[in-house]
């Protein structure tokens, strides 16, 4: 019988510290867990300072915007690529010129394996552009259903030191939008990353409507 009451009292006390712990002691608890599973030396990990606010239904705290926009930052990236691709193999078709009645078979081959290459990669980056004109076109729909008044829980900026894979220590600052219980995360940011910073600038560029409809 003492048994029984000792595992209550346990249970009991455990959930009133659960309840007592500020919303940062959550936040960082649950932080911490998720960093457990993604940092390179976790071992090296230590908490700086957790900062929560309250966290509404805008495009940079709700998963479906930001999906779609990494889609299409990463698809602007493709369609920059091509481009440049396209740019080298003109001026590399410049370079060997128009075949000719004086021109030898050697440059008239090179000058068709970058003719080639020209429109090939032209062809992909029009196919890309298109792809991203959809994104962008459902994004924007996405964006404009949103309840931004909503409350959808919290919003939690952490800062942490840790060693990377060179074994330097660094300084990470991590933007997480936590549910309202604070046991799931539903996004994550590291805000000194440039593909997360290529998002923000994709979810800004869509408002703004620098994207085609």
Known sequence: MKRKVQFVIIGIVSIIM????SKEEKAAE????ELSKTLYDFESYQPIETTVTEAKMT???DSVCWKKAAA???GMKKVSEYIEETKNAKERMDIWGRPSYYSSTYSDNQY??????YEDNLEKANNAYEICKGIATELKKH????DTAKVIGWEAK???RCKTRGGNSTIGDYRYIIDKDFKTVI?????DDDDETAIRDVLNAVVKRDFDD
């Open 112 to 117: 068709y394996k970058y003719k080639e290459e």
């Open 143 to 146: 964006i404009a259903k949103l």
């Open 59 to 61: 495009m940079y705290n």
């Open 30 to 33: 649950l932080i911490k867990n």
């Open 18 to 21: 659960v309840s007592c712990q």
């Open 72 to 74: 299409l930052a990463y």
């Open 158 to 160: 952490h800062r942490f």
């Open 187 to 191: 996004l994550q940011e590291d805000t």
